[in-house]
């Protein structure tokens, strides 16, 4: 018998009237049109922009100007030309330990940790691997590609080499043994080969470098080896001298040797240019290994020894050098991070001429350098690619599409005056391929918020990524200097100004900040300096009302907090009674309560002095959140801005406020519980008993309950001692675990990680891991009490200012609202009531009133919109930017060129005309606006949950776009929330991913991939379509340069370059076939003969007949001159010829 449920009766009969209640609803939505199908979208990645994640190694093409990166997780990065980048990835994921140019071939062969070589395709925008041979009994160690050879010497493990084919990606038959090139009585193996390369003068000889220091000079023909060079330390690197006489090798010990090749016996010349030269002619005290060195020649002068460690083992801590001699001066110059490799540019691809080096580029673990070799002092160029995205580590990201066009030119005026000095005159030397042709123009601006307090504003147009401006924060803050002031400063002494969150209105210019240390600071545009004045400073105490079982302490006065406050607001030009010039208190003082905590005390101390403020952002108010009764305060964990009141709005897991920017005032100080109201039907009460928390910043997991009275800013005794040592045993342990944490996690991480690790590790799907690396993303995800404690309470995660009806009345008028989401789903509305006119706005006070509960939805709030009868978007007002410091009729001639946007019409006829569009962590609602009716409902996601939600623009209509924890980027129709697209992307292995991805208009998105990397991505199908033409190109059609001329001498006496027909050496009719168990070959998707098929587009296919029309017509224009030069020399010959025969015409033959 089937069992009875009452549950699913009831649940029912729910279902039931609520869809009743949608049909009868939607019947009036249904005129609504939609012009956005699933046609319109479609994803895929664009570019990769910042410093390659974990470099391993580096090549140059001299003739294209290319450098290519590889990195230890398999992917290459090229570069050219500012705004030329590429980026691809080997699908084994291992590491690039080599890579080789086919000069100006447009072809890169890279070698990888898993023994597989792989041919790129670099004529194609999009770089596709054509060939790859995976060794299945040797593991590589070196490669060497000779210039215009299409034989790669592959040197491995065993000391083997073999020889492949580059053209056809097959081995060949001829491979050199390791007993064969040492010498017979060694009993030893010689190691990994370590180094190969050709004589510069004589192709057929190869030096072939072992590990344990034995260098071989190998005759290619004659197949056994011309000599041996022994020494008593391993070796690292070897380079030639261009005329093939010498080379040089750089050993373990810090010594350079110098070979002639005709003399094995012992080096001409060792030297160790770090080492102490002892007096008494004894050998130097042995030094670091030096790692590379490189030996490039100069026709004019002294030539260049280029080389990386060998510094003496006593510099300890000493940071990484890269050591220049030339001729008798040597310089030393310090990199800022470990060096991973260098490569010396010169003037000529040849080995055999004279090499002119004019630059050195030095990759280093964080940075890509490249030094002046032409200049006394050798200056470093200005690197023009966004390689200092990683200067601090980001923590939070905001992407802007399709901005007001005057912005990204007044960003970049303030911003050119904060560029360094003393860089090289010269231009950036690596200027190599094209940029691309894209039709989109519009503008757009990345904004980053970093550890250290800084904001940096970049150029993201038409593929890009060029920094603007840079704003630090941290200015505003006093620093301590001493280590006993840093001790005291906070229980939190890492990253305390970092970045939480920001808030940014391009058409105002007008920039909200959030900082970790429970600070919000509010910033104007400007493009004048302004004069040296006071920080405005607000302090807010936000506490948490508790019972008496659950309060941990007995100390601090809680009361009430009143629903609406309006306090009175101070005559213009009178010091705010709620906002101190002077900050009495920071972190060095203390305010300790009757039972020795610390009470009404901010985490940072704001600047006491004066602060003069640079064109750009500058400070208008610095608020911050202090002590309550020995608890820091709560981190923020949303936050609004709205030019057009005046108004910031910010919240955490303890309620919200409303703080007057105009008047420096506190409008409202309220707890969560008493936004729902007492008899709130959606009110939540916490349901587990207080527990202890974890220091203020973005590791504070959990979070009070709702705030005591509303207070207005009160400025603590600035001559305040230390907190009391208290004897309590539960204090003591609080303290000691919360400076314990502090030091041992970093604080730029945001609270709600917490609950995102809590969901994902509970849901089973995808277990993300952090990056031990950057600090700003390590954090602790064992924290279950805090966790659990966090997710009993409700918190305010997100707000909306908007123009919309406070009352479910349909005769009402649409006036200044803000709409609040918490983290349990509700959203509720607050109103604003405005002094009349602007001359009012400084004088009277701005009232605030609650409006109740709108919706309820599953999981927390993250986005919030409204839209008007026709589906479009209702933009919130702003007020029109004007430049603060300028004067008053300036200010008056730029309101004028703007206008703000209308107010939404008022409601008519007692229909609604407008739609708020709420999108929570598992569902999307639309709600019609006064009635405040459900129209439609979505559930996105079961089983995960959205991370990140926005409402955008696309094809000229609205939808919201979400990232869901698994992996899935969707997006929904307005106002119907029809699905249009799903595609499994990227599943979250990484919090960084979860703090950075960000939806932005147009179909754009981005996040950082690494914490050195942002990766762009788009959902458009127009830009899909157009990606081919907007990508850049890196090949080139460039003439090479020609041979060095051999001189007459040479050619008769045969003392110049002498060429190898490899063919004949290497070839199967030479060599035979190569063992089949050693390597396999695999042919790449993106080989010559599937290229045309697998490339997309008509723009492709267009351009690559286009290039190959002008290499026909070039060579048949060629052809044309040749035949017209053979037809003018076989009529000149036909002339000749016929003028000798009638000249002998008509004589005998014995009188000739």
Not at 13 to 29: C, F, V
Not at 252 to 267: E, Q, Y
Not at 599 to 627: A, F, H, I, T
Not at 734 to 743: A, D, G, L, P
Request: hydrophobic residues 35%.
């Amino acid at each position: 018998m089937k069992k009875f449920n009452i549950r699913k009766v009831l649940d029912g009969l729910t279902s039931s009237s609520s869809s009743a209640a949608h049909t009868g609803a939607a019947k009036e939505n249904d005129a609504v049109p939609e012009s956005l199908q699933s046609e319109h979208f479609q994803l895929c990645k664009t570019v990769r922009h910042g410093f390659p994640h974990q470099p391993s190694s580096m090549a140059f093409d001299p003739v294209q100007k290319i450098l290519a990166v590889g990195t230890l997780n398999g992917a290459l990065r090229l570069f050219g030309r500012a705004g030329v980048e590429c980026y691809c990835q080997h699908e084994s994921g291992a590491g690039v330990i080599q890579l080789q140019f086919l000069i100006n071939e447009g072809a890169l062969v890279s070698a990888l940790a898993d023994d597989s070589i792989h041919l790129w395709n670099l004529r194609q925008k999009i770089p596709a691997i054509l060939h790859s041979l995976k060794f299945n009994r040797e593991r590589i160690t070196y490669c060497h590609l000779p210039f215009q050879s299409k034989w790669l010497y592959i040197g491995t493990e065993r000391g083997n080499i073999h020889i492949v084919n580059v053209e056809s990606f097959t081995l060949s038959g001829y491979v050199i043994m390791w007993n064969k090139a040492i010498e017979l009585s060694t009993k030893t193996h010689p190691g990994p080969v370590v180094h190969i390369s050709d004589n510069p003068m004589d192709e057929g000889k190869l030096l072939i470098g072992f590990e344990c220091g034995v260098v071989v000079l190998w005759d290619l023909k004659s197949k056994k080896a011309d000599c041996r060079y022994n020494y008593d330390e391993a070796i690292h690197s070897v380079d030639w001298h261009h005329e093939g006489k010498q080379f040089v090798c750089s050993h373990s010990d810090g010594t350079l040797t110098t070979w002639n090749i005709r003399t094995p016996a012992k080096p001409t010349q060792i030297i160790t240019p770090h080492g102490k030269q002892p007096k008494d002619g004894k050998k130097p005290e042995p030094c670091k290994p030096i790692l590379k060195v490189e030996y490039k020649t100069t026709r004019a002068g002294d030539p260049f020894m280029v080389l990386s460690g060998g510094l003496s083992y006593d510099t300890v801590g000493r940071r990484a050098c890269l050591t220049v001699m030339h001729g008798k001066s040597t310089a030393v110059l310090e990199m800022d991070f470990p060096i991973v490799d260098f490569l010396t540019l010169c003037e000529t691809p040849y080995p055999n001429d004279f090499q002119e080096p004019y630059a050195v580029v030095v990759l280093l673990e964080r940075d890509l350098v490249v030094i002046d070799l032409g200049q006394i002092g050798y200056p470093i160029f200005e690197n023009p690619y966004p390689l200092s995205i990683h200067e601090s580590p980001v923590t939070c990201c905001e992407y802007f599409a399709d901005c007001p066009a005057e912005l990204i030119p007044a960003l970049y005026s303030v911003g050119s005056r904060q560029k360094r000095q003393g860089y090289s005159k010269k231009d950036w030397p690596i200027n190599g391929g094209n940029w691309g042709q894209g039709t989109q123009s519009y503008p757009e601006i990345v904004i980053t918020g970093h550890a250290d307090g800084t904001i940096k504003f970049w150029d993201a147009s038409a593929l890009m990524l060029q920094v603007l401006y840079k704003l630090k924060t941290a200015k505003v803050f006093e620093r301590a200097r001493g280590k006993e002031e840093k001790a005291n400063t906070d229980i939190v002494d890492e990253d305390p100004f970092a970045i939480q969150t920001l808030c940014w209105c391009p058409e105002s210019r007008m920039l909200c900040v959030a900082g970790v240390s429970a600070h919000v600071i509010v910033y104007r545009f400007s493009k004048q300096e302004a004069a040296a004045a006071n920080v405005q400073l607000l302090e807010v105490r936000m506490q948490c009302e508790l019972s008496d079982t659950d309060s941990p302490d007995t100390g601090g006065e809680q009361t009430p907090t009143q629903a609406s406050s309006v306090p009175p607001s101070p005559q213009e030009g009178d010091a705010p009674a709620t906002a101190s010039n002077q900050p009495s208190a920071g972190g060095n003082g203390s305010n300790p309560s009757s039972d020795g905590h610390r009470d009404n005390m901010p985490c940072l101390q704001v600047r006491g002095s004066p602060l003069k403020q640079s064109p750009g952002y500058q400070v208008e108010l610095v608020v911050q959140l202090v002590w309550v009764s020995g608890e820091p305060p709560q981190p923020i964990t949303s936050l609004a801005i709205n030019s057009s009141y005046g108004l910031v709005v910010f919240g955490n897991s303890n309620g919200m406020a409303v703080v007057d920017y105009l008047q420096k005032t506190l409008l409202l100080n309220l707890g969560t519980s008493e936004l729902h109201g007492a008899s709130e039907p959606y009110q939540r009460q916490p349901c587990s008993p207080r527990k202890a928390r974890q220091p203020s910043g973005a590791l504070c997991d959990s979070s009070d309950g709702p705030n005591a009275a509303e207070e207005r800013c009160k400025s603590p005794n600035s001559g305040s001692t230390s907190p009391c040592n208290s004897d309590d045993e539960r204090k003591a342990k609080f303290m000691k675990k919360v400076k314990y944490k502090s030091r041992r996690f970093s604080k730029t991480v945001a609270n709600d990680f917490a609950r995102m690790s809590r969901k994902i590790s509970s849901s089973n799907e995808h277990k993300p891991n952090t990056d031990s690396k950057d600090i700003s993303f390590n954090r602790s995800r064992s924290s279950s009490v805090t966790s659990i404690d966090r997710e009993s309470r409700e918190a305010v995660c997100a707000f909306c200012f908007c123009e919309t009806f406070p009352r479910k009345s349909t005769d009402g008028v649409p006036g200044p609202c803000v709409l609040v989401g918490t983290s349990q789903g509700s959203v509720m509305l607050l109103a604003i009531s405005l002094p009349p006119g602007d001359d009012q706005r400084l004088i009277q006070p701005v009232g605030i009133s609650s409006c109740g509960t709108v919706a309820r939805l599953k999981g927390g709030i993250l986005t919030m919109a409204l839209l008007d009868a026709a589906g479009a978007a209702l933009p919130a007002s702003y007020e029109p930017w004007y430049d603060p410091n300028a004067s008053d009729e300036e200010k008056e001639k730029e309101r004028s060129r703007w206008r703000r946007p209308a107010s939404p019409p008022s409601s008519q006829e007692g229909h609604d005309s407008q739609f708020a569009v709420l999108c929570s962590e598992k569902q999307a609602k639309v709600v019609a606006m006064p009635s405040q009716t459900r129209v439609h409902k979505h559930n996105i996601t079961e089983s995960s949950f959205v991370l990140r939600a926005d409402v955008v623009q696309m094809a000229g209509a609205n939808c919201i776009a979400c990232f869901c924890a698994n992996g899935h980027i969707m997006t929904l129709s307005l106002p119907s929330l029809r699905p249009l697209l799903d595609v499994n992307y990227l599943p979250l292995t990484d919090m960084r991913i979860a703090r950075t991805f960000c939806f932005s208009n147009l179909g754009q998105a981005l996040y950082l991939t690494s914490p050195m990397e942002v990766q762009r991505i788009t959902y458009s199908q127009e830009t899909c379509d157009n990606l081919q033409e907007m990508l850049s190109e890196l090949f080139t059609p460039v003439e090479t340069p020609e041979a060095p001329n051999r001189g007459f001498f040479k050619g008769l006496f045969g003392g110049g370059a002498q060429s190898l027909d490899r063919e004949d050496l290497f070839g199967e009719t030479a060599s035979g076939k190569a063992s089949r168990s050693l390597a396999q070959h695999i042919p790449g998707p993106g080989n010559m003969e599937g290229m045309k098929g697998a490339a997309s587009g008509v723009v492709g296919d267009l351009a690559r007949a286009r290039v190959a029309l002008d290499e026909r017509g070039q060579k048949l224009g060629e052809l044309e001159e040749r035949t017209a030069a053979m037809m003018s020399s076989a009529e000149s010959f036909s002339k000749h010829a016929h003028d000798m025969m009638q000249k002998y015409k008509d004589k005998k033959w014995y009188q000739l």
